[in-house]
């Protein structure tokens, strides 16, 4: 069984207009972003936030002229999964030392013949929000150090950069578009929270695997055939990689769509945001990191990389199978 | 065979450790399933399903629905009873259900180390009272400690430290020591209050941790009154001073409780029947014949008595019980001290004491306390001053009992049950017979800790109701095996023989995650699982990138083992770069998240480790006993 008979698509040479497209994603995710905000969890905000469930289910409305009648008439109110699950939110500057004791038993009081049940609790102390903020944003910075660090020892340094642009442009999109489906589609509760955090690091890690591998063929077959055009070596590592690019990032994809309709509104977030990371994780392998190496030996080391009539874009593969027999 | 005779041994090693890990959580899994089932409140409802419930009151309702329960639930209490240290240890080493999971409370307390500076200064002017606001606005924005924030204030403005805390002839050096050692203990302080009284809360698996200098993290599971805890970790520690009743006393309300317990009518006690008598007995015949004796050893020299940890729980049962209650007079009060003691084979005993209910004086009185050393004997004492109205007291109360022992009692707990030697006039006594400058240490602490130390805020709260915890777990498991099924069908059908090798070694591999985690006292969380579900897809890239490659070697016209053998050999530095950057992530997340994060962090980097050892090495050892068996295809789809 074979989905990918050998290909010879040359990757290489259309990545200017994929350039223009990832450039266009990444400028309506930030436009996105300085319109609309990120919507940023509990976490890094700090203040209460309550997961309730009624039996049977309150109107939104009459919760939020309860909380308005004991000062928390700015709360955020929304469901949280099922429709009789609401999440009520109080910021950080407005929270007492019991203001989640104050909400419950004024909802209590509110709706006597409702059963409401507590699901969750969380209380962040502004302080905390602070700090784990600052651990995220420190994490992720050591993580693309360690990435610069290894990838430069294993490759050469101007690998390193093209991974570690590769992974900011990831990052961006993801951010880009979790604004975007938080915005549009409000029900899927994504918000920047630890567990998202998480996710992006995943994302991160993801995505350095995908260009590793292809890095790593880019290595061998430029042993194999030295002196070679730089463009037709990379197409072909590209298309050898290609069958294990799709069907690794295709079951990745897999499990992580089954994550997010199974998963339950917990690991939502997580999952929505490293479905789009293998997305675009998988895609800058090839038109980031290993287009940015092109173009700096284009334009940096001005490298005539044009390629003659005669030549095709893409290394013919039985060169290499005569390679091989000469070798052997 | 005889090359891979070493990998097969590694393999069957890791399978068999596995399980070794394993076992316990699945023996708590049995003893918890076992006990629901003969627990009250199942049993309660079996039973209201044919009995309905007679009409009466709502009030009485609950009081009647309780005492059922409570007969119920003998069974239970009996099968925990008599597997109770193997279900402990089972628990003990049990992969641990993360608080998302289970449901239960995580809070993270900070010490007030600013206000606490504030209220030891003395000679307290403005200056000061504005070096302190400027700290506390600094302390919320840094990680600097608040003592250093406060140097660099005075630092700057040129003033020493003396002018305000010590002596005022010492240098700046000095007094920061001072001040240094005074915040360390006093948020030691606070931990051993909240352990104290979580522990009296009779949380099971409760979990105390400090973090950085100022902050610890309580996690209690299974808890949700949130306000009942809050007042449990904020309020105001009380201390007390109870009188230890006479020992022959209480000797025979030991007994009574036991000739009870063992069934006979008589409650007086025989001379012949005292338990040092049957040294002849069995244990079992021992445990038949007095039960209660079998719980708590009285030592027959001094008659302290000692209750084993394991039987705590049991013992506290017992007193609880409506017919033992009828035989303690109603003054009496069963305390533990707060830590046990040690016993050579590593079993631990807590110390049983018996005391008059009200108490003698209360906390508020003591002013300080201190740990010495005696310079005549030199042992460690502590001395204790209290305030004039106390001092009055406390001169009546020793001058009235003049050989009897004094129970210090620290939220329930005793700490030490000293012999009044004299009766103390002026407030200041002194507390012999510790055993250790620590143990005098800890006193110290408790005699000083009518309040906490400093005002203790929760910073960071966080609930999980149960009914979310099952939800998660329900989802979880789902999610889980429905990715699991699709990996492995997809892995089956594309690379055919390859894939069922590969499918088997993912198997496998979930398998070893768990077992490192319940190797590791791992807690298994929901972004842990959601790490397993995502480990899955890694250890299978591993494969995939193997079996390419063998494809593309048998294309060019190798022999199936030279295939193997190219495909294994030129795909592992691809493996070996692309994990190793997966590992640095997943390090780096462990290092800076908290809770489920880090449990995700954690079984990622546990499944990147056994994935590669399943992908490299089990399907490699499966691959090459097929050649070796004679086989010149396998079918790699």
């Not at chain 2, 001053?385 to 009897?404: L, P, V």
Request: proline share 3%; no cysteine; aromatic share 10%.
């Amino acid at each position: 069984m074979r989905f990918f008979p050998r290909t010879n698509i040359d990757f290489i040479g259309k990545r200017h207009i994929w350039y223009t497209v990832s450039a266009s994603l990444i400028l309506l995710g930030l436009i996105t972003m300085a319109i609309r905000g990120l919507n940023y969890g509990i976490d890094f905000v700090g203040g209460t936030e309550l997961t309730l469930e009624f039996n049977p289910v309150v109107h939104i409305g009459q919760v939020r002229s309860a909380l308005d009648k004991i000062g928390h008439g700015d709360a955020e109110i929304k469901t949280f999964g099922a429709a009789n699950q609401l999440l009520i939110r109080v910021k950080a500057s407005e929270q007492g030392a019991n203001t989640s004791d104050q909400i419950m038993s004024q909802l209590k009081s509110t709706f006597p013949s409702t059963q409401i049940q507590l699901l969750q609790e969380n209380k962040i102390g502004p302080q905390i929000g602070q700090e784990l903020r600052r651990d995220a944003v420190m994490a992720i910075f050591y993580s693309l150090i360690a990435i610069l660090i290894y990838v430069s020892l294993r490759f050469q340094f101007i690998y390193a950069v093209g991974a570690v642009i590769a992974l900011f442009h990831d990052v961006l999109i993801t951010l880009g578009a979790v604004a975007i489906f938080g915005w549009l589609l409000p029900w899927l509760n994504l918000e920047i929270n630890q567990t998202m955090v998480a996710a992006f690091l995943t994302l991160v890690a993801y995505s350095m695997n995908d260009t590793v591998v292809i890095f790593d063929r880019i290595r061998e077959n430029s042993k194999i055939y030295k002196g070679e055009n730089m463009i037709r070596v990379m197409n072909r590592s590209i298309n050898d990689t290609l069958s294990r690019t799709i069907i690794t990032s295709g079951t990745a994809f897999a499990v992580l769509l089954v994550l997010l309709i199974f998963g339950g509104e917990v690991t939502r977030g997580f999952a929505f945001a490293m479905l789009i990371g293998v997305i675009t994780g998988t895609y800058s392998s090839i038109y980031v990191a290993s287009a940015i190496v092109v173009d700096y030996n284009v334009y940096v080391k001005k490298v005539d990389l044009r390629l003659t009539a005669a030549q095709s874009p893409v290394l013919e593969i039985e060169k290499r199978y005569e390679a091989a027999a000469k070798r052997a | 065979m005889r090359k891979n005779r070493f990998k097969i041994i590694l393999i069957f090693a890791a399978i068999a450790l596995a399980l070794y890990y394993l076992y316990p959580t699945y023996q708590s899994a049995t003893y918890q399933n076992k006990l629901t089932e003969l627990s009250g409140q199942a049993k309660l409802e079996d039973y209201l399903q044919s009995h309905p419930l007679p009409p009466m009151p709502d009030s009485s309702k609950q009081v009647y629905l309780d005492s059922l329960t409570q007969a119920f639930s003998a069974d239970s209490i009996k099968y925990y009873d008599n597997n109770a240290n193997s279900i402990v240890d089972a628990r003990l080493k049990r992969i641990k259900l993360g608080l998302d999971l289970q449901g239960g409370m995580h809070i993270v307390l900070q010490v007030n180390v600013v206000k606490m500076l504030e209220d030891m200064a003395k000679n307290k002017d403005q200056t000061f009272e504005q070096i302190m606001q400027q700290v506390a606005a600094q302390a919320k924005q840094t990680d600097t400690s608040p003592l250093e924030l406060i140097r660099q204030q005075f630092d700057q403005r040129g003033i020493r430290l003396s002018r305000y805390y010590g002596d005022i002839r010492d240098d700046n050096n000095k007094v920061m020591a001072y001040l240094t050692d005074q915040t360390k203990t006093a948020v030691d302080r606070a931990m051993e209050i909240v352990r104290n009284r979580v522990d009296q809360y009779g949380v099971s698996e409760p979990s105390i941790q400090k973090q950085g200098s100022t902050r610890f993290i309580v996690e209690l599971p299974g808890v949700s009154n949130e306000t009942e805890v809050r007042e449990l970790l904020q309020g105001t520690a009380l201390l007390e001073f109870k009188l230890l009743k006479p020992t022959d006393v209480v000797i025979k309300v030991f007994q009574a409780i036991d000739n009870l317990l063992a069934g006979k009518s008589d409650t007086l006690a025989s001379k012949s029947d005292t338990a040092s008598s049957d040294t002849t007995m069995t244990p079992e015949q021992f445990a038949r014949k007095h039960p209660f004796f079998a719980i708590v050893r009285v030592n027959s020299q001094n008659g302290d008595a000692y209750v084993a940890e394991n039987d705590r729980d049991r013992l506290e049962r017992i007193l609880k019980r409506e017919d033992v209650q009828r035989v303690i007079p109603t003054d009496f009060q069963f305390l533990f001290s707060a830590k046990p003691q040690v016993v050579a084979q590593g079993e631990k005993f807590y110390a049983l004491y018996v005391v008059k209910k009200d108490p003698e004086l209360t906390g508020g009185v003591v002013t300080d306390a201190q740990a010495q050393i005696d310079p005549t004997t030199n042992s460690p004492i502590v001395t204790m001053k209290m305030s004039s109205e106390g001092s009055r007291e406390w001169a009546r109360i020793t001058g009235a009992n003049i050989g009897k022992r004094i129970a210090i009692v620290l939220d329930n707990a005793v700490y030490s049950a000293p012999v009044v030697r004299s009766k103390i006039t002026g407030g200041s006594s002194q507390i012999e017979g510790m055993a250790n400058v620590e143990e005098a240490n800890l006193l110290a602490i408790v005699l000083r800790a009518g309040a906490l130390p400093a005002p203790v805020d929760i910073v960071e709260e966080r609930n999980v109701g149960p009914s979310l915890g099952e939800d998660s777990i329900r989802n979880g498991v789902t999610s889980g095996a429905i990715g699991l099924a699709l990996i492995i069908l997809f892995m089956a059908f594309y690379y055919r023989t390859g894939g069922f090798a590969a499918d088997f070694a993912v198997l496998l591999n979930i398998f070893f995650i768990l077992g490192v985690l319940a190797a590791f006292h791992g807690t298994l969380t929901l972004p842990g699982i959601a790490g397993m579900i995502l480990t899955f897809a890694v250890a299978v890239d591993a494969n995939v990138l193997i079996y390419e490659r063998i494809r593309e070697e048998l294309t060019t016209g190798k022999t199936l083992r030279a295939a193997i053998d190219q495909g294994y050999s030129k795909a592992f530095t691809a493996i070996f770069d692309a994990n190793i950057i997966s590992l640095f992530t997943g390090a780096i997340l462990y290092q800076f998240g908290t809770g489920p994060v880090q449990g995700f962090a954690l079984t990622l980097m546990i499944g990147i480790v056994a994935s590669l050892f399943s992908a490299i090495v089990i399907t490699r050892v499966i691959f090459d006993i097929m050649v070796e068996r004679g086989a010149t295809h396998i079918n790699f789809g």
